[in-house]
């Protein structure tokens, strides 16, 4: 993969859109009826590999996303837990607060995940 070293040797005009490997800018590059992008790195995708490869990482976010509601309110559970055992039932009552918003947060992401987007390979 060849890198763009200088600005004047920039391929077509940058585009809105960041590298998905190396989040660089990627350039817009038109040849005749197909539309490219490039950064300056290298990486090189057509419009729908460009499009696919930005579904593919915006659900692997979601995912991650939903693993950290469900990990966060896990870990509020467990200090309210603790808090409870040691009679200290206002911090108790903040840590069930804080786990039961991120689970409804976590099952409103699930529930979307699971039943309303269309990734292409979900």
């Known amino acids: 993969m060849a890198s763009i070293e200088r600005e004047e040797q920039h391929p077509g005009k940058p585009s809105l859109y960041s590298c998905p490997e190396c989040q660089g800018v990627l350039w817009e590059l038109e040849d005749e009826d ?39 309110a896990a870990l509020h559970r467990r200090f309210a837990q603790r808090a409870l055992a040691r009679r200290h039932e206002r911090v108790a009552a903040m840590h069930t607060e804080n786990g039961d918003s991120q689970e409804k947060s976590a099952h409103v992401l699930r529930d979307l995940l699971l039943n309303s987007l269309n990734f292409p390979n979900a």
Do not use: N, P, V
Not at 41 to 67: P, V
């Open 34 to 72: 197909l539309l490219r992008f490039r950064c300056r790195i290298g990486h090189a995708y057509t419009a729908d590999a460009l499009e696919l490869k930005q579904s593919e990482q915006l659900e692997q976010a979601l995912w991650t996303a939903l693993r950290s509601l469900e990990e966060s």
